[in-house]
C-alpha cells in the first residue's frame, strides 16, 4: 500500500511561486501514472496536472496551463509541482494522488491519495 506525503505549501502573494513535492512509501510509484489535484473552499475538487509513468507525458488543467509544471523523480519516489505567477483563484488544499498500474493520463478516478498542503495566494 502507497502513502503519500505532500509538502511545500504554504501562504504567498499573487505572482509568487511555491514548488510543491509529494514524497511516496510503501512501494514505487514508478508503475502508476501520478496527478494533483486541488479543492477549493465551497468548489469540488478538480484535477490540476497528471505525468506519465516515465514523465515524458504531461497532461494539464486550462487554468494552470503555461504556469504549472508537473515531474517525477522515481528514482526518488518523489513528484513534483512547480507553481509559477500564482493568482489568488490558485487559492485551494492540492492533493497528489496515484492511478494503478495505468500509463493513461486520466483525469478522474485515481486510486489513491495524499492528506494535501495548503496553499494560499494573497493578492
Known amino acids: 500500500q502507497v502513502q503519500l506525503v505532500e509538502s511545500g505549501g504554504g501562504l504567498v502573494q499573487a505572482g509568487d511561486s511555491l514548488r510543491l513535492s509529494c514524497a511516496a512509501s510503501?512501494?514505487?510509484?514508478?508503475?502508476?501514472?501520478m496527478g494533483w489535484f486541488r479543492q477549493a473552499p465551497g468548489k469540488e475538487r478538480e484535477f490540476v496536472a497528471g505525468?506519465?509513468?516515465?514523465?515524458?507525458?504531461?497532461n494539464y488543467a486550462d487554468s494552470v496551463k503555461g504556469r504549472f509544471t508537473i515531474a517525477r523523480d522515481n528514482a526518488k519516489n518523489t513528484v513534483y509541482l512547480q507553481m509559477n505567477s500564482l493568482k489568488p483563484e490558485d487559492t485551494a488544499v492540492y492533493y497528489c494522488?496515484?492511478?494503478?498500474?495505468?500509463?493513461?493520463?486520466?483525469?478522474?478516478?485515481?486510486?489513491?491519495w495524499g492528506q494535501g498542503t495548503q496553499v494560499t495566494v494573497s493578492s
Open positions: 510503501g512501494r514505487t510509484i514508478s508503475s502508476d501514472v
Open positions: 505525468i506519465s509513468r516515465s514523465g515524458i507525458r504531461t
Open positions: 494522488a496515484g492511478k494503478l498500474y495505468s500509463n493513461l493520463i486520466s483525469t478522474k478516478d485515481y486510486d489513491y
